[in-house]
């Protein structure tokens, strides 16, 4: 017998891997959508297509599918990218492509799939960022993408938004998290402000749960220094 149904929305990266497997121990069905398995998941569904459309087609089909009539309780989404460059940069149009297509298709996708999915009272949680709440003009394009995720939550918590009763819409936004490939690409930063990925995994279990969960709409800062994280939230809206 299992304690819910999660999915987990780019659940093969370090944070998704990390969150899937802290589900698993607390004994909850997990299936995880990605461009690749996640062995510890309990169902996997791989993301294709080469348009916005077909890969909604394609995933939404195979949740159905496997879901059936059971209801989720979270579905959490952690797929996204990053990509530098300012307006001024002849990359600017390209590398705002790649941020649209890694970071606003999944998430926009996970927002259809929790309005057809979740139980009343589950938990949307959809991957915003830090520096996105001020001007990006160093990385225009993942600023753009990101600030549309977060424009994303505050819509879905809206009361026409068509999520089931009582369900709450969050967005994470963390500065750095504490990730193998980070760690590889800046070996001399400071990781005492880094926001280690067990901690988001916990927080994803309590919310998941009922636990702490703030105002729907809520863009909850992860805020960690000297090694201690801790939540802020910095706006919440509604429509």
């Avoid at 926009?108 to 001007?135: F, Y």
Wanted: glycine fraction near 10%; charge should be neutral.
């Amino acid at each position: 017998m299992t304690c819910g149904r999660v999915i987990v929305y780019g659940g093969r990266g370090a944070l998704g891997s990390t969150v899937v497997s802290a589900f698993k121990k607390n004994e909850y069905w997990v299936c995880n959508i990605d461009m690749k398995e996640n062995s510890e998941a309990d169902h996997n569904i791989l993301v294709t297509g080469d348009t916005w459309l077909k890969q909604e087609e394609n995933v939404c089909s195979e949740v159905t599918a496997v879901l059936k009539e059971e209801k989720l309780d979270a579905l959490l989404c952690f797929a996204g990218g990053w990509a530098g460059g300012s307006p001024s940069s002849k990359d600017f149009i390209k590398n705002a492509e790649i941020m649209w297509r890694s970071s606003v298709w999944p998430s926009s996708i996970s927002a259809r799939l929790a309005c057809e999915h979740l139980r009343e009272g589950g938990v949307v949680v959809l991957p915003g960022a830090q520096p996105a709440t001020t001007g990006t003009p160093t990385m225009a394009g993942y600023g753009m993408a990101k600030a549309a995720v977060h424009q994303l939550v505050a819509s879905l918590a809206g009361s026409k938004s068509g999520l089931p009763a009582d369900c709450t819409s969050l967005a994470i936004l963390p500065n750095t998290l504490d990730t193998p490939m980070n760690r590889k690409w800046m070996p001399k930063a400071d990781t005492s402000t880094w926001t280690p990925l067990g901690y988001v995994a916990d927080l994803m279990l309590k919310w998941t749960q009922g636990s702490e969960r703030p105002e729907s709409g809520s863009l909850v800062s992860l805020i960690t220094k000297d090694g201690e994280t801790s939540t802020l939230i910095n706006h919440s809206g509604r429509c």
